[in-house]
């Protein structure tokens, strides 16, 4: 298997035990090559309830900086949609460089995980 399948494989066992509500939505993180996206998901609703990604930012980050800038701006905008505590979702990645600095960025603007 290629590593996108094994990611595929973790991200699916990730999902069979995080769900989001409405009250607890699940923020989930995919990373590309050069961007980093976040989407607040209510699993019961199937509803995207706010998103932020690093394509939003303006000047030149490194990958690293602009996924904390990404982290900060994601829980501004949860934080205007009423959403103050979160499930965490990796997608599969590991909780390791850019997915961290993401989380870590997040958790200091004020989300609870």
Known sequence: ???RTQRKFRHNR???KVKGTAQVPRMNVFRSLSQ???Q???DENGKTMASAAS???KGK???KQASVE???LAAQ???AAGIKKVVFDRGGYQYHGRVKELADSARAAGLEF
């Open 36 to 38: 980093i996206y976040v």
């Open 77 to 79: 905008k949860a934080q």
């Open 61 to 63: 980050n490194s990958k």
């Open 70 to 72: 990404v982290g900060k």
């Open 40 to 42: 607040f998901i209510d």
């Open 14 to 16: 990730i999902r069979s």
């Open 55 to 57: 394509s939003e930012l």
């Open 1 to 3: 298997m290629n590593k």
